[in-house]
């Protein structure tokens, strides 16, 4: 494993989104740098890989509930991201 870091931004600096920044971070067991005047910044973690980084960081978006408030700047390649998939519900293949 080594060190990948993701670039991500913060919409918005509201309480909540703020909260929602610790949170990623926590989850990931990583550290970020602070946000710059237009809230971007980086998360720093140790992962398999580039493309496991950009996952990981999916998925702890997801499981914080973060997606309010955060986006990834480098968009991983997951099939079909746009669609609304109920809890559950395996993706297609494809």
């Known amino acids: 494993m080594s060190e990948h870091r993701i670039a991500l931004q ?4 509201s309480p909540r989104a703020i909260r929602a920044r610790h949170d990623l971070v926590a989850a990931l ?8 005047e237009g809230g971007c910044f980086e998360v720093c973690f ?7 980084a950009l996952d ?12 309010d408030h955060l986006v990834i700047l ?3 390649n997951i099939a079909r991201h746009w669609e609304h998939r ?7 293949a494809g």
């Open 10 to 13: 913060l919409l918005d600096r």
């Open 29 to 36: 067991g990583g550290t970020a740098t602070e946000p710059d």
């Open 46 to 52: 140790e992962c398999n890989g580039q493309d496991d």
């Open 56 to 67: 990981c960081v999916w998925n702890a978006i997801a499981a914080t509930g973060a997606d």
């Open 74 to 76: 480098e968009h991983p």
């Open 86 to 92: 109920p809890a559950g519900e395996e993706s297609a």
